[in-house]
């Protein structure tokens, strides 16, 4: 094991495991490298990565690139001038949990071209770009992280497939909660996607689902679904106080969208938008919203269920033209 170490204002890694047989760190400091605080590159055995300090390195704090498999928990990265922990090529098992990737001038945490991850109880705040981002990975779980203050996404997720999130909480965000783009099989459980200045969840040429989640006060929609590629089923999700609408499908996307609560949202409860836009819609509940509980307009041509509950909103319960 290599712990306890400073490794400072080096040339190039602070900490670098290069084919190395034993991968295993613990309580270093790496500061001021000149590349990033700790390389785990082409290993054969599991890396355990815990209770680092990497910051103010000018690449990444953490990367770990083409291993196997991981176990990376309760680092500090911080302003580093990359991502504060990449993970990349890697194909097994890996473990990425309760760290704290804060102001990093990329991402907090970066997943790519891997599969078989799991990112639990992170906390990633502060990131120029993204909490999490998620590129072109399978088999991916990410659960109770939280991802706040970042000034482009929360969670990102592209070109990625099998990907389940549960119960993390994306707020604060300049742009969307989570963003999932030219993806399929992705499964959003239980997130809280609060106050974001766009959507609270996006998803764009998607096939995938959400439940549970809790979208409020975002500025762009609580849930939004766009463009033809998208099939999307949202069931049991509670959309409120959200800027125009709780629910908004365009541009030819497609679904069902049952169970939901839609309330408050100054424009309508659900909004259906454009030709070949046209979802199945049944048993939501859209309540007090400053116009139309529904509005479907532009040649969209959704399916109403009779069982939809559309009271108290302030123009009446749907503007369909």
Known sequence: MISENSCVSNNEHGLNFCKSKIVSAARNITRNNKKSGILIYECAAEADVSDNTCELNTKDGLWISDTPSAVVKNNLCRQNGDCGIRASGCSKATLIQNNL????????????????????????????????????????????????????????????????????????????????????DISLLRNQCVGNFHSGVEFRNVNGNAENNICRFNHENGIMASDPDANVILTANTCLDNYPSGVFFKKGAVGKVSDNICRNNPFSGIAIQGSGTNPILANNTLSNNGTWGLRVWAEAKPTIDPNNILQGNSKGASKID
């Open 101 to 184: 990737c804060t102001e990093n001038k990329r991402d907090g945490l970066s997943i790519c071209e891997s599969s078989q991850i799991t990112g639990c109880s992170n906390i990633c705040n502060g990131n120029v770009k993204d909490g999490i981002n998620v590129f072109k990975t399978a088999s991916l779980s990410l659960n109770r992280n939280e991802c706040f203050n970042n000034n482009s996404i929360g969670i990102y997720i592209n070109e990625s497939s099998a990907v389940t999130t549960e119960d993390n909480v994306c707020r604060q965000n300049i742009w969307q909660g989570i963003l999932v783009n030219v993806s399929k």
